[in-house]
């Protein structure tokens, strides 16, 4: 192996460490037909704004790791911002209110797309890969 064969291949490495920090697998079906288990979705660190109709990547207090659900509900509280979250496959919404620091990161819709959550942008079952290595 030569040095230019290892140096690219550490730039591939590189890209694929970068790229991976602005994504998030889908590991259940409870956000069907929108997205589905082992959809891989793009997400946004910064959010800045929630509105109502988002989809955010969040901590649940109920939940072992963070949930991908849609904004159904925002109330103003003396706290901040209390937010209701539902699995669009889900009868109900999700058992707790989550505050804005439980929010880690907002999935990226298509540049084109009219309305919060309604055009996000997916890569189709590449995240099985992920799902069946961490055994979920």
């Given at each position: 192996m030569?040095?230019?064969?290892?140096?690219?291949?550490i730039v591939i490495i590189l890209?694929?460490?970068?790229l991976a920090q602005h994504m998030n697998v889908v590991v259940?079906?409870?956000?069907?037909?929108?997205?589905?288990?082992?959809d891989i979705v793009i997400i946004d660190k910064n959010p800045g704004n929630?509105?109502?109709?988002d989809i955010v990547v969040y901590n649940a207090a109920w939940f072992n790791q963070p949930v991908i659900?849609?904004?159904?509900?925002?109330?103003?509280s003396s706290a901040g911002p209390l937010y209701t979250f539902k699995g669009d496959n889900n009868p109900a919404p999700d058992p707790y209110l989550v505050k804005e620091e439980q929010?880690?990161?907002?999935?990226?819709?298509y540049p084109w797309s009219n309305s919060p959550g309604e055009d996000?942008?997916?890569?189709p079952?590449?995240?099985y890969i992920t799902i069946w290595i961490r055994g979920l």
């Open positions: 030569d040095t230019k064969e290892i140096a690219t291949y890209i694929g460490i970068i259940s079906g409870s956000m069907e037909p929108i997205m589905y288990r082992g929630i509105e109502k109709g659900h849609r904004v159904i509900k925002i109330q103003n929010i880690i990161s907002k999935v990226v819709n996000p942008v997916i890569i079952k590449v995240g």
